[in-house]
């Protein structure tokens, strides 16, 4: 027979709710950055990101795009290639993040997965995504899909982003840009509007209380065993 789990023990903390409504000051404008997936020269989901970022300085958020030309494949080179680290400062940087993908047969790009890939869930103590928020769009070149934004909406939570309820999928992308490659007005502007508005919203809401919010009871627990182990080998 197995002992029942101990909600007494030491790493059981109440909920701070003034932690939780006070949070630590942050003065300065919103960090978002934005990654897209595609390198064509008349990529769309690079002005989509484009549109998106100046939506996001209005909204009053300092935000930086990731040129994702010249990043080699995951597992293909070293971490200490010059393109991988551009994008994790950028990932360190950041207080929020806005990942946008064509559709390509039926799923996001290599480029999009690629990038993701390289963003580790942890380097040494910092953990580079964990309690951030995070905004998913997508651009099909036919009718509107779901595919990408859903998948993203995975790798988000795995990457442990605090991803926002809110989503943007434009079909058509080809129709929805005019010759100076800005978006034109219409319900699929006005939702990227609404996607962007609400990633800020979060960020402001979040990024003083995310060490708080993303506190976990198993590792406090799993601290204080190691910790104990190591008395206890210092004693021996």
């Not at 597992?75 to 680290?85: F, N, S």
């Not at 708080?212 to 627990?221: C, M, T």
Request: aromatic letters at 6%; hydrophobic letters at 35%.
């Amino acid at each position: 027979m197995t002992d029942t789990p101990n909600i007494e023990d030491d790493h059981f903390r109440s909920i701070d709710s003034q932690r939780l409504i006070s949070g630590d000051d942050v003065n300065h404008p919103p960090r978002i950055l934005l990654l897209y997936g595609s390198l064509r020269e008349r990529s769309f989901s690079r002005l989509m990101t484009e549109e998106a970022a100046r939506v996001l300085a209005r909204f009053g958020a300092e935000t930086r795009t990731f040129n994702p030309s010249g990043l080699p494949l995951p597992d293909d080179t070293g971490a200490d290639h010059p393109k991988v680290q551009e994008l994790r400062n950028l990932v360190e940087w950041s207080e929020g993040m806005v990942w946008c993908s064509p559709e390509r047969h039926g799923a996001m790009t290599g480029i999009m997965k690629s990038q993701i890939d390289w963003i580790p869930l942890s380097l040494g103590a910092v953990r580079p995504t964990q309690g951030k928020t995070l905004a998913v769009m997508q651009v099909t070149g036919g009718s509107q899909s779901f595919n990408v934004v859903n998948q993203l909406r995975i790798l988000g939570r795995w990457m442990r982003l605090l991803t926002i309820p809110n989503q943007s999928s434009t079909p058509k992308a080809f129709l929805q840009f005019d010759d100076n490659n800005r978006m034109k007005p219409s319900p699929n502007y006005d939702r990227m509007v609404d996607v962007m508005e609400e990633l800020v919203k979060f960020t402001l809401l979040t990024r003083g209380r995310k060490e708080y919010l993303v506190e976990r009871y198993s590792e406090r627990k799993e601290t204080g065993e190691e910790l104990i182990q190591r008395v206890n080998q210092t004693a021996i």
